[in-house]
């Protein structure tokens, strides 16, 4: 178990501009969650992936936000036209679901990525 | 929609002193809780869970929880905080009925103080 990966660990951009990010989950784990993180708040949903389909995505995942996980493995989250208001760390994370047994098992967090536009 | 309530944003406790955190959760079907830890500029690392059966939960660093049915309440205990146990506790509920989508409470921020 290596754990969730996530990179960049930080990520300064100018208002505008666009930003990806990259996790990698725990390699038998099937879902993966985005998260993000604002000063003082516990995470916020932001999507979630069962395999390589994308089965919700919050309302706080505007238009310019979109995240994908190609194979099924690795998911990406880019921002585009990033503005100031975006500023947070974005996490990641992942668990082993399917069927009832999948509420025993609990999210595993990545370490985030923090983005500050400027 | 399910919630997590965290009364209490910032808690000071003495290194050695008992330490309870408290969490609500808002009514609802059977839920599933969680307490997460996170140290500065880290994820989150789960301290222990709640699914079914024992009311009292172990989890890891000496840390307990209580699941009150009747409270609606998950509250987070140590009998004896230590110096590293600085960090923020976020408490946190998934309800059955649907996939794992995980709700968090805003955070308790916790202080050691010698």
């Known amino acids: 178990d290596t754990g969730v990966s996530q990179d960049p660990r930080h990520k300064i951009t100018k208002r505008g501009q666009n930003v990806t990010f990259r996790c990698d989950p725990i390699?038998?784990?099937?879902?993966l969650y985005w998260y993000r993180q604002t000063l003082g708040q516990g995470p916020e949903f932001l999507t979630y992936?069962?395999?390589?389909?994308?089965?919700?995505k919050s309302r706080l995942l505007s238009d310019r936000f979109s995240a994908e996980r190609p194979k099924g493995s690795f998911s990406t989250l880019e921002i585009q036209r990033t503005e100031q208001g975006d500023s947070a760390m974005y996490l990641c994370?992942?668990?082993?679901?399917?069927?009832?047994?999948?509420?025993?098992?609990?999210?595993?967090f990545g370490n985030g990525t923090r983005l500050t536009v400027t | 929609a399910q919630s997590v309530t965290q009364p209490d944003i910032h808690i000071t406790v003495s290194e050695g002193a008992s330490l309870e955190l408290r969490c609500n959760y808002s009514?609802?079907?059977?839920?599933?809780l969680f307490w997460y830890v996170q140290s500065p500029g880290q994820g989150l690392q789960l301290l222990l869970k709640?699914?079914?059966?024992?009311?009292l939960v172990q989890g890891i660093k000496g840390f307990e929880a209580e699941f009150k049915r009747s409270q609606s309440s998950f509250n987070l205990r140590k009998p004896s905080v230590h110096w590293s146990d600085a960090a923020e506790y976020f408490c946190?509920?998934?309800?059955?009925?649907?996939?794992?989508?995980?709700?968090f409470g805003t955070g308790t921020k916790l202080q050691v103080i010698p």
């Open positions: 009514y609802g079907a059977t839920p599933y």
């Open positions: 946190a509920v998934v309800y059955s009925g649907g996939y794992q989508k995980v709700t």
């Open positions: 709640y699914f079914s059966g024992d009311t």
């Open positions: 390699s038998e784990h099937n879902r």
């Open positions: 992936f069962q395999n390589e389909a994308q089965l919700e």
């Open positions: 994370a992942s668990s082993l679901g399917g069927g009832k047994s999948s509420y025993n098992s609990p999210l595993h």
